[in-house]
């Protein structure tokens, strides 16, 4: 080092010295110094907070929000607004809808000043002689999809707490009572996890609860409702509550309804116990109020398409959400991760076995809607087909193993991907069922049919009946459960399919072929890509050209490393003409068929903007469409998974 060097440096520690505001490290300019924020500890919180939430402005969509917080000492106070939601498994509490958020005490104003590096968190300085503090606040819900999750609509509204409270930092969210009181539009009918108590000045008095339950208990509410019992029997009674954007839309056939009798009866059958006081399938049916599928222990936030109830078999796309959710009583809320078994809801939460929490609740989602007869079999197996399909052709798995997939939540939060064919979004969901698919015929095969999967559930979901304080479990608590099933090197089979990555990588299809299937391609989609395909007005050509588009032919996606990629082509494109003719599916499929019997090779004209283009494919393997096919003379253990467990029971009563 230079003299010249040594004195910049020495001057430099000098004016350090000499500077306040240095010496402290880059300390925020606020107004008051930040205290640290409190370890949450797991004692009460004195008293109970009344939380006050007016829900009846349902033209500007807002909520106003009241509430008062007891307090026991002066000084600087922590407040949280929840960050970390439960079902979501990422840091997505809407705080900037939070919007005129006022704190006071006997009357007076107190100021507030956000943690500018836990920006969910607000302090305030509690006046001497003061035992509650006041707040304030409107949470300015979403006008329209651009701007979030719409939660309210002119016909009916979703009200989740977590969105509209205030906590106290350093405490536990099991030991923070709550007093939740709620106002709806005049003559709106609702339904939700809590009881009422009874109603003061216009509000219903809901049953005390804890922070931790309180957010767990949301609220449907709508003009147009309808409501009935699933499951009466015991002590536990499961309801289907119902809102739609018109009275028509709530009605339900005795047939179908019978249908969701099953899928209670079923997930009994499967489980052997259940882990609530009474559960309440909250069901929007809307195409107004945002999508939704989040469960929670005693009820569960459906949204689906207009014609679910009044015509069942027009719409594939929300037949197993209802049973995805229910199953998550059990598995996520009951039996819980431990890793997400966090203090409050400002705690970051793990995802390391997201693919037991969502991707065994898939497997089971898509078994008990077949089990109930909301789906047939047919259109179970296209499920698993196109499971397989993509795990077997995605070049993600190349680069990514699928459990690296359960940070996405954090990461990616479900924002729009330019390639998700190579950047993966979520697998843990579909390529994690297709582990427990492996599993379950991997321990049908060893036991000769003698057991399954479903003694798994029945060991490690199915036991303390009634009890709905969450229960955690770790990987080695899973694969305990496993070997008492069947002695097998679990761990090891679980941790090559998880973390499966490479070129070499296998395609996690096991589960098929021991299932007594095999995957293969055909000209025509299976029953439930045609059905799926038609509904969401897509056109497919992913495992040929490498193409997905809309009715209106344009590309919205190309696969990685496919023709079309290799072409230069991304989402965004326009099909306007093929071999010389306008350009329509049917067009496009006349092309692939004809370059596969000999004919000219596939030409494509693109328009983007101002830009057109013309290419060119030399493809000559025809439309490709994934099915499974049976494998004769071997056992058909998938028909067996799929087959009605009340049906079996029926049988060997007789």
């Known amino acids: 080092m230079s003299r010249h060097t040594l004195a910049l440096a020495a001057s430099a520690l000098a004016l350090l010295v000499s500077t306040p505001a240095l010496a402290q490290s880059g300390a925020p300019a606020l107004p008051v110094t930040l205290v640290p924020i409190p370890e949450a500890k797991k004692e009460l919180y004195p008293q109970p907070i009344e939380l006050w939430v007016d829900a009846t402005d349902i033209d500007r969509r807002i909520m106003n929000v009241r509430q008062r917080i007891p307090v026991t000492q002066a ?108 106002k709806l539009p005049q003559g709106w009918q609702y339904a939700g996890a809590l009881k009422t108590e009874g109603t003061i000045d216009g509000y219903l008095e809901l049953e005390p609860i804890n922070l931790e339950h309180l957010q767990d208990s949301p609220v449907f509410a709508g003009q147009h409702f309808a409501q009935h019992e699933l499951s009466s029997n015991g002590p536990s009674s499961v309801r289907l509550n119902i809102v739609g954007d018109t009275a028509d839309v709530v009605q339900v056939k005795d047939e179908h309804l019978a ?78 991760p431990a890793d997400q078994m966090v203090a409050n809801f400002n705690e970051p939460l793990q995802n390391s076995l997201l693919w037991v929490y969502e991707g065994q609740t898939q497997y089971w989602g898509l078994i008990l809607t077949a089990r109930a007869g909301l789906m047939t079999k047919e259109e179970a197996l296209g499920v698993i087909a196109n499971n397989a399909a993509q795990y ?87 694969v305990a459960a496993l ?61 040929s050209l490498g193409i997905q588009m809309n009715k209106s032919n344009r590309i919205t996606s190309v696969g990685w490393n496919s023709l079309a990629f290799q072409q230069g082509l991304t989402a965004g494109w326009e099909v306007v003409a093929v071999n010389d003719r306008a350009a329509s599916e049917d067009a496009i499929k006349e092309a692939i068929t004809a370059a596969k019997d000999g004919g000219s090779a596939i030409t494509l004209i693109v328009k983007r903007d101002d830009r057109f283009r013309t290419v060119t494919f030399d493809y000559r393997d025809g439309l490709r469409y994934p099915h499974l096919e049976r494998v004769e003379g071997t056992p058909d253990r998938l028909g067996d998974i799929l087959s009605a467990r009340r049906d079996i029971r029926a049988r060997a009563r007789r």
């Open 75 to 182: 000084g600087p106070m922590v407040l949280f607004y929840p960050q970390w939601i439960p079902g979501n498994h990422g840091p997505v509490g809407p705080i900037s809808q939070i919007a005129n958020l006022q704190f006071s005490a006997n009357g007076q104003r107190i100021e507030w000043v956000r943690n500018t590096l836990h920006p969910w968190a607000y302090q305030i300085d509690v006046p001497q002689g003061v035992q509650t503090v006041d707040v304030s606040f409107q949470w300015l819900t979403p006008i329209d999809g651009a701007q979030g999750r719409v939660v309210i609509t002119p016909e009916m509204l979703n009200h989740q707490w977590e969105k509209a409270v205030l906590y106290p930092a350093g405490y536990a969210s099991s030991h923070i009572g709550f007093l939740p009181r709620l």
């Open 259 to 336: 249908l969701h009798r099953n899928l209670v009866t079923e997930a009994d059958l499967l489980f052997g116990a259940r882990h609530f006081d009474r559960y309440d399938f909250l069901v929007a049916v809307s195409d107004k109020l945002g999508g939704i599928g989040l469960e929670h222990m005693r009820s569960s936030e459906n949204s689906v398409d207009t014609k679910y109830f009044t015509d069942p078999t027009a719409t594939i796309v929300d037949r197993d959400l209802l049973g995805h959710e229910y199953v998550h009583s059990w598995n996520g809320k009951w039996r819980r």
């Open 392 to 478: 077997s052709t995605t070049p993600s798995r190349q680069w990514r193993a699928m459990q690296d997939t359960t940070n996405d939540p954090i990461i990616q939060q479900r924002r729009p991907q330019p390639w998700p064919s190579v950047q993966r979004s979520e697998d843990y969901y579909r390529e994690g069922s297709m582990v427990w698919l492996d599993a379950d015929t991997l321990i049908r095969e060893k036991t000769n049919g003698r057991k399954s999967l479903d003694d798994f559930a029945k060991a490690f979901f199915g036991i303390e009946d009634s009890n709905w304080e969450a229960k955690p479990y770790t990987f080695d608590d899973v």
């Open 483 to 543: 070997n008492s099933v069947v002695v097998h090197d679990w761990a090891g089979f679980l941790r090559d399919r998880v973390d499966a990555v490479g070129p070499d990588a296998p395609a996690p299809i096991n589960g098929v072929e021991q299932g007594g299937y095999r995957l293969v391609w055909k000209d025509t989609p299976n029953a439930y890509m045609s059905q799926l395909n038609k509904e969401l007005g897509r056109v497919d050509f992913v495992y």
